[in-house]
DNA sequence: TCAAGATTGATGCACTTGCATGAAAATGGT
DNA sequence: ACCATTTTCATGCAAGTGCATCAATCTTGA
């Protein structure tokens, strides 16, 4: 059963400051990577995710799981991804819908660029506004969200 | 001085948690609304900013501020609002490159619909899921990075 | 084995967003 | 008072997203 009872007051705060949170982070990061001349995100989490599946390659509804994106969009992404040389579309040697992707050195090579931008960006406006061991019991307390 | 030293493993995992929960349930309270037959979340934070501005309305530029959007993007959803006759837009007495804006008594009827929504699948998705005291814990670890 | 249904991925079309720029009014320095 | 600058808001165009739907292939059950 799921509770159905009212929101305090300080859920709804809770709620509403993590959301502020994470929105006005994310906007900073897609300055900063934009500022540097990097893709967004989406592609650093795209590849990340293909680097990850190594020379297995990973299929675009794997993609889509993880990503949490609709499946078109994946679609697309993967269209640009291709486009600019950081990822290729292999057909699926069991499966003949699918396919599966990999990443090309260039896509390695981008990744590591965009993790330098994020990276900084993430320690400036994030991790060195925590106190000690806060990262620890923030991680804690989301845990039971995912 | 910006601290410039490497994320600890910790703060990577507490950064992406925190971003995977805020997308995951930004995603879960869209799908509600529009499953209920209602406007984006968009629409509720601005519809709500105009509520609170109350009377005396609010001009673009400070609904811009509070929502974190671009311009062009505040001044399109204005257009939508409107169209949808949530709010209008009076020309400003004083300034008058500047327009006020001000919620309408259909976008208070809508606010409140929205609201039922929200709160449900919060109180759903997040509050329920915390602890006793949780909230208040991670209101307060969030509250530095704001 | 074969037809019904499910799964995989792409795409046309309408709508939204991003970017650059514009027009109009206000402000500020001389 | 006047011109240059700034502020406020809108908009044309390109790119991205959402939605519905499609084609191709695979799976399942009779």
Chains 1, 2 share one sequence.
Do not use: C
Request: hydrophobic fraction near 45%; avoid cysteine; proline fraction near 4%.
């Amino acid at each position: 059963m799921t509770e159905d009872r009212k929101l305090e007051e300080l859920e709804i705060i809770a709620w509403a400051r993590l959301l502020k949170v994470s929105t006005r982070l994310l906007d900073v990061v897609e300055r900063e990577l934009k500022a540097a001349g990097l893709p967004q995100l989406a592609w650093y989490d795209a590849l990340l995710e293909l680097h990850r599946a190594g020379e297995a390659g990973l299929r675009p509804a794997d993609l889509q799981k993880e990503m949490l994106l609709p499946q078109y969009n994946v679609s697309r992404l993967i269209d640009r991804l291709e486009g600019a040389g950081y990822a290729v579309r292999i057909p699926h040697p069991e499966d003949g819908r699918g396919q599966v992707l990999q990443i090309t050195e260039a896509g390695r090579v981008l990744i590591r660029r965009m993790w330098r931008v994020y990276r900084r960006t993430v320690a400036e406006n994030f991790a060195s506004k925590l106190g000690k061991g806060d990262a620890g019991r923030l991680a804690e307390l989301l845990k039971p969200l995912l």
